[in-house]
């Protein structure tokens, strides 16, 4: 069965402060990760739990995939992927973001 990607608009803005930060250096780069970020849940629309399971949370539907150091955090839901965050690596995930 095939998922739907759904990018919450948090998520969104993320990915926007995201490239605005690394096109301060390198707008090539900035593309390119901003791109990469995009692409990388594509995988979870045939499998979903390819992510890990976030070890703050420790709930099986919520995960992440890492994108250079990027946690995006993605929620399954039934036939859908919700895209809720993107955060840097070194970061740790608060649960109220979701």
Request: glycine share 4%.
């Given at each position: ?13 993320d ?47 919520i ?31 608060d649960?109220?973001?979701?």
């Amino acid at each position: 069965m095939d998922y739907k990607i759904i990018w919450s608009p948090d998520a969104l803005e993320d990915i926007e402060a995201i490239g605005e930060f690394i096109a301060r250096d390198s707008e090539f780069y900035a593309e390119s990760t901003v791109q990469k970020i995009f692409e990388a849940p594509q995988l979870l629309i045939q499998h979903p739990q390819l992510g890990r399971v976030i070890p703050e949370i420790g709930n099986e539907s919520i995960r992440e995939l890492f994108v250079f150091q990027y946690r995006v955090i993605y929620e399954i839901k039934p036939k859908e992927i919700h895209i809720l965050t993107v955060i840097h690596g070194k970061r740790l995930f608060d649960k109220d973001e979701i």
